[in-house]
């Protein structure tokens, strides 16, 4: 088992940053690829970024590339989603989730075994 906690959302303006963090606890830290998704109201859950166990390969959702930037601690078993120049659309619940590294593919939720509980963005315009 994987236990997953975000933290970091909140109200930001548009062109603003934040930065989200995801702790993990449970089983190898490593074992495991970490992804952060968002949902928005009326909307499917949507890939947002990827980092693979050792953090040197990283993976981005066509609408975040270039603005966003994921990286993992894993000596603090800790997952990072800087997020920069924000949009209104950025609005959304972003959820941090872990994955087996050599099932499913990483942009696809039904590949990741272990969701945290959300964290809420809110870009005003």
């Known amino acids: 088992q994987v236990q997953l906690g975000e933290s970091g959302g909140g109200l930001v303006q548009a062109g603003g940053s934040l930065r989200l963090s995801c702790a993990a606890s449970?089983?190898?830290?490593?074992?495991?690829?970490l992804g952060w998704f968002r949902q928005a109201p009326g909307k499917e859950r949507e890939f947002v970024a990827a980092v693979n166990w050792s953090g040197g390969m990283t993976y981005y959702g066509d609408s975040v590339k270039g603005r966003f930037t994921i990286s993992r601690d894993n000596a603090k078993n800790v997952v990072y989603l800087q997020m920069n120049s924000l949009k209104p659309e950025d609005t959304a619940v972003y959820y941090c989730a872990a994955k087996p590294r050599y099932i499913g593919s990483y942009d696809s939720t039904s590949a990741y075994d272990y969701w945290g509980l959300g964290t809420r963005v809110t870009v005003s315009s």
């Open positions: 449970g089983r190898t830290f490593t074992t495991y690829i």
